[in-house]
């Protein structure tokens, strides 16, 4: 797909991996919407860009939006959804585990009601991460829902065909996900890359450049592109 001139839905737009990927599409001449529950926090997001509200887990909502802004080319998700619960499934509360997983409720929402509006040609992206293949200690919730978005994107793709969709996994990617500031935040990226085999944290623009190349290269359907700096095989 040549990206010049399509129109792109970006959910979890306004920051990280989401704004990244806005940016890129933007530049390579799509009109993109990019959405959240607080837009505001893109600040000015360059041009080519007009920031909506939504909340990824308000159905009706996400129906609305959809009515007002489709049809389009280019339908991506990587907003969060909702906390994550983090610690020894044995001694996890079990709201925070269920909660996590408003990521794959989020993202399956975006596909049931967006694909409708998807051009015959166009394509979807969806972010999952690096712990649903391998997860650290910890990890179980985020890993658990990561695994069923990578499922749910083969089982859709047939459905979806010829409009394809891909997974982009990412690894430990330095994104305002992470509060620290300063040496803190230094440290933090420091120790959880350090076994990696490039063992720094990726860049937002990093994985936004798999996902272009998911949206780009016609030939790509219900696969997932791994983004990690060698994560999965630390
Ligand atoms: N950063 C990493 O190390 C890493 C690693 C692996 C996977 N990932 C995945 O990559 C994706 C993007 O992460 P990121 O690091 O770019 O995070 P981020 O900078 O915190 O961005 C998350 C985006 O999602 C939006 N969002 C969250 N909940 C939403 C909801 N219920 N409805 C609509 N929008 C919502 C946020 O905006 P609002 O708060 O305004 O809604 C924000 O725009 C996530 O799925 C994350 O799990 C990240």
Redesign the pocket.
């Known amino acids: 797909m040549d990206v010049n001139g399509k129109k792109a839905i970006v959910?979890?737009?306004?920051?990280?991996?989401?704004l990244a990927t806005a940016r890129r599409l933007a530049d390579a001449g799509a009109a993109v919407v990019a959405?959240?529950?607080?837009?505001s926090?893109a600040g000015d997001p360059g041009p080519g860009i007009t920031l909506e509200q939504?909340?990824?887990?308000d159905r009706a909502a996400l129906r609305t939006l959809f009515e007002k802004q489709g049809p389009f080319d280019i339908l991506i998700s990587?907003?969060?959804?909702?906390d994550r619960a983090v610690g020894p499934f044995l001694e996890m509360d079990m709201d925070g585990y269920q909660g996590s997983f408003?990521?794959l409720w989020?993202y399956t929402n975006v596909v049931r009601f967006g694909a409708g509006h998807l051009a015959e040609d166009g394509c979807i992206v969806l972010?999952s991460?690096?712990p649903a293949r391998r997860m650290k200690p910890g990890q179980i919730a985020i890993g658990s829902v990561g695994g069923a978005v990578e499922a749910f994107v083969r089982g859709v793709a047939p459905e979806l065909a010829p409009r394809r969709i891909n997974v982009v996994s990412?690894?430990?990617?330095d994104?305002?996900?992470v509060a620290l500031k300063g040496t803190d935040r230094e440290a933090h990226y420091k120790k959880t890359t350090a076994g990696h085999l490039i063992p720094r944290a990726g860049t937002?623009d990093e994985v936004a450049q798999a996902v272009i190349l998911a949206v780009t290269n016609d030939f790509m359907t219900g696969t997932t592109v791994d983004v990690d700096g060698g994560w999965l095989l630390s």
């Open positions: 959910f979890g737009g306004t920051s990280g991996i989401g959405i959240s529950r607080d837009p926090k939504c909340d990824v887990r990587a907003a969060t959804g909702g408003d990521k989020g972010v991460g690096a990412p690894g430990q990617i994104t305002p996900m937002a």
